[in-house]
């Protein structure tokens, strides 16, 4: 993941000075993955690992809750209310006349 997320370039994956310590730390000489794998199947697993984690977070159940705008106001107050240091400039909803009035 730290690759991914730091946007290192997959062929640092075999620099000498990173090899050199994780034998280390480690006497596995296998630990590392290749650059393919960074650029295939390891890369697919945290593209989907993330995807998971944002689509639990993103989820929202309504129940039976009717969508006016009551609700929806609440609602958008309720998410911004979850990243308090976060500064909000606005909120994207659809063009229906409950989400306008939201």
Excluded at 11 to 37: F, M
Excluded at 76 to 86: G, N
């Amino acid at each position: 993941m730290h690759y991914f997320a730091t946007g290192i370039s997959f062929q640092r994956i075999k620099d000498i000075y990173l090899v050199q310590t994780v034998k280390i730390l480690r006497l596995d000489d296998g630990l590392l993955p290749t650059r393919k794998q960074l650029a295939t199947f390891l890369l697919d697993k945290c593209h989907e690992d993330l995807k998971e984690k944002i689509d639990v977070r993103m989820k929202v159940l309504t129940g039976q809750q009717g969508h006016d705008n009551e609700f929806i106001a609440n609602d958008v107050k309720r998410v911004f209310k979850t990243y308090e240091s976060t500064t909000f400039v606005g909120a994207v909803t659809d063009n229906t006349s409950a989400n306008k009035k939201a």
